[in-house]
DNA sequence: GCCGATTTGTCCGTATGTATC
DNA sequence: CGATACATACGGACAAATCGG
């Protein structure tokens, strides 16, 4: 597939930024610069800069330019901003990931686990439980609800491989966007059990909570992620806009 | 101040699907409608469409429209794609704040100091421990690091009401963005003290560790703010873009 | 303090590509 | 296939902020 040029531009400038091309505090060249570099015009510029800003690479001064604060410890985190998979966080930051299955079942939901995954009562799901492991340590236990009509077909052996490479190359569904809350839970036996963790150290539990929507607009999915709470870690950039009204801390 | 055009079609758009003028799941009016309906070009418009896509409001769908994907029991928890205080979360979902200064100091940061912090060492710095009380019930312990030559005249009473309004408004201040660590972490002592907790009965606090820059590039603060787990909620919407690879959940 | 050059921010109109129905 | 809808891209215009003389 023939890439955007805006995409082209980002990823080149995100690049130079990554090997100190410009070095951090530096103003980057001016846009018009830029342009000519890129050949482009300055819609597509400013796009290919607004990425890096959402990034947290670069920040835009008004008046002076566009200054590179990217520091390369921040960034190897795992990331919230984006969809991105355990195996993806896990390869990115060069470390061996695994996935087990430890329940593979279909049912339909009480009313409790309808106000709980955010689906109706009586919805026909698969519910999966997976375990991640990362340089042969669990450190994730997932609780995934597939809305049965919108995945037909899944079974145990596509979920220890890649659910989402079947939903995509095979049902050619296109993911759109995933809503999360963060929480702080205890744990529970089985997190104990399967996460090798003793209570009477820590006791809880870092939780993501998703529900994830496809492009026909239904949500597909909701998933409950259990992080042992040493190894969590999110990362974030926030960016001051007119949308966030005035900070008073 | 003048407000800008898709800023100002931004907000309206948001107001009619909080209200309920699109229902959950109906695609919103085409852009060419909208266009004629605001009076505006294409670009206009559809950068306010996209703040909404951000905020996890709508999806577009090309070839088809824009789907309200708008649920308001998931937005009235914290968000922490935005910039936003703690006064300003609790009284958009009509809570009571309350700060109270625990510690107000300034010293020079020692090399462990340094490294966990982002400053260099020796960095002249003003250090606060606050309180953050919810409708009388203390949920937050904030440990803030304040470059001192960047804030200067920073006293204990404006720790008391509101920094931030003093940089903005006294100091002229511009804040643009903020690099966040979101971690699981054990109670300490003072934890345990201030915020009333038992640590037999949970023994970890929700961590969001931050590094906020201004318009001058500077890196002006880090905040380490130590939340209660029973009462953390922060919410995030992630959309599917070509920055995020794919995912292999 | 003013002015002009530079730089980013906002906005417009138009053209073309691509996905959906 | 055509009609509709969103996605990408271009070029131009003016506003607003910064900085140096």
Known sequence: ?????????????????????????????????????????????????????????????????????????????????????????????????????????????????????????????????????????????????FLKEAVPGLTKEIAENSIYQYLEQTLHMTIVNSKRIMTVEKMTQIDEKYLNMNAEDYNCMAVVSSQTYNSGGVMFEYTQSRHRPDYFRFYDNAVRSFRGSHRQG
């Open 1 to 145: 597939m023939p890439k955007a040029i805006y995409e082209t531009i980002y990823k080149d400038l995100k690049q130079k930024i990554e090997t100190n091309v410009f070095a951090y505090q530096e103003l980057l060249p001016s846009e018009n610069t830029l342009i000519q570099t890129y050949s482009c015009s300055r819609n597509t510029l400013r796009r290919a800069v607004g990425c890096l800003v959402t990034d947290g690479y670069v920040q835009t001064i008004q008046g002076k330019g566009v200054r590179n604060i990217y520091q390369p410890a921040a960034q190897t985190a795992f990331t919230i901003g984006e969809i991105e998979s355990f195996q993806e966080s896990a390869l990115r930051n060069g470390h061996q990931p695994l996935t087990k299955v430890l329940l593979f079942t279909e049912f339909a939901l009480n009313e409790s686990q309808a106000r709980s995954t955010g689906f109706p009562v009586g919805t026909d799901i698969y519910y999966i439980q997976r375990l991640h492991y990362l340089d042969e340590k669990p450190l994730i236990l997932n609780h995934n609800y």
